[in-house]
DNA sequence: TTGACATATGCCGATATCGACATATGATGG
DNA sequence: CCATCATATGTCGATATCGGCATATGTCAA
């Protein structure tokens, strides 16, 4: 009995979860403080309960972090989960900063373009 | 008429094109040079129809290039467009690398356990 | 040309996803 | 308790996504 998987969960996954331009964008602005949701989503130009949503999303990879503040719930950046993110990227610096990769892929592109003529 | 968007699209945006595992490990394994796609798909353990397919959305957001040798069309690296990725989660180096900012978070991981209790 | 091998593409089924909207839950103050 | 404000959740419609499979395209060699 294998259960279909269509797509790896959005939630459960740091790299799925900003794949998502607003959830992005949500992270920046919490770099200048926490927000409550309404206010983020002012700011994101949509609606209360799609801002809700992807700060969701944002929290079950643990991104983000809410406390109570009276009537308000403010959300806070937690970044410690973007440090893997940051990392496996590094992992391919040689492949754009080093001269030799550099060269090696200018060549590529001079190949590329000789084959589409 | 609005036309509908459900998600980003996958093409076109290097953030959705590594949010999918198979998708890293084909990266990964191009590190170590330019492979074919039935030798990329033997190694991820998976069909070469889906091996093409992911290959496809590398190439289209540029992480990846292919040149025909022979019989062979081989896929190499091309890690340019990760450094994006690379310098935007780099942006939020501070809220793991500082002092102060590891010392909120550890604050606020006590209040979140507190808020729990 | 024909056959063999390598790769790409098309379609399907199951599911995830996102925005919009309505509504439920929750907290505060009177 | 009730009204109010803030936030969360549920449902729906449209679409994207992924693996599996069959099949088309492409490339060489005899």
Redesign the pocket.
């Known amino acids: 009995m294998m ?9 459960s ?1 740091v790299f ?1 979860a900003i ?5 992005r964008e949500i992270l920046v602005l919490l770099q200048s403080g926490e ?7 002012g700011e994101l130009g ?12 944002l ?1 079950e990879v643990g991104l983000v972090r ?1 406390r ?8 806070s950046l937690d970044g410690r989960g973007l440090r893997p993110v940051h990392e496996w990227t590094g992992g391919f610096e040689r492949f754009w900063n080093d001269s030799f990769d550099r060269l090696n892929a200018y060549v590529q592109d001079l190949e590329q373009a000789r084959q589409e003529e």
């Open positions: 259960v279909f998987m269509a797509r790896a969960a959005t939630t996954d799925n794949a998502e331009r607003q959830r927000r409550p949701v309404s206010e983020l989503a949509m609606a209360q309960p799609g801002a809700s949503k992807h700060l969701r999303v929290r809410d109570k503040a009276g009537k308000l719930r403010l959300y």
